[in-house]
């Protein structure tokens, strides 16, 4: 890959139609898909933290990047554009769980500003195994 990886918004295909049905291209709930020479690469994700109108000005953000496209800056790219994307909403927080063991993507969350809270153990079971979550939080902008 050269240069920057394209960014572009698009919605999903069937097969995960349903667990994106809740994001968009704008709004506090956003969708973006990174493209890689016309090969989806990776996605970004926010979306309500707690369905409680308290929580109407925070949200949870995802990224993820198909392993083979890890290391070129696609998760970087898609996590600023996300970002940027939502300071210009009525956001006040954002933050993401990281499923643990991710050094990476606990990295690129220290780099985008975001900064550590806490752990829940064993929260998730995922490849035959529980795993612990580490929660990050920003402001934003």
Known sequence: ???????????????????????GATGRHRLLV?????????YA?????????????SV???IHCH?????RGLGTALYRRLLDDLATEDVHRAYAGVALPNDASERLHRRLGF????TYTEVGFKHGTW?????YERPVP
Not at 115 to 118: S, V, W
Not at 131 to 135: A, E, Q, S, T
Request: glycine share 14%; aromatic share 4%; no cysteine.
């Open 1 to 23: 890959m050269t240069g920057a990886p394209s960014i572009v918004v698009r919605p999903p295909g069937d097969q995960r139609a349903g667990w994106f049905s809740h994001h």
């Open 131 to 135: 795993v612990d979550l580490r929660w």
């Open 60 to 62: 949870e953000t995802t």
């Open 45 to 57: 994700t926010s979306g309500p933290l707690r369905a409680k109108p308290a929580s109407l000005h």
């Open 115 to 118: 900064r550590e809270l806490g």
């Open 67 to 71: 392993p083979a496209m890890t290391g």
């Open 34 to 42: 990174g493209d890689v020479d016309g090969t989806l690469a990776g």
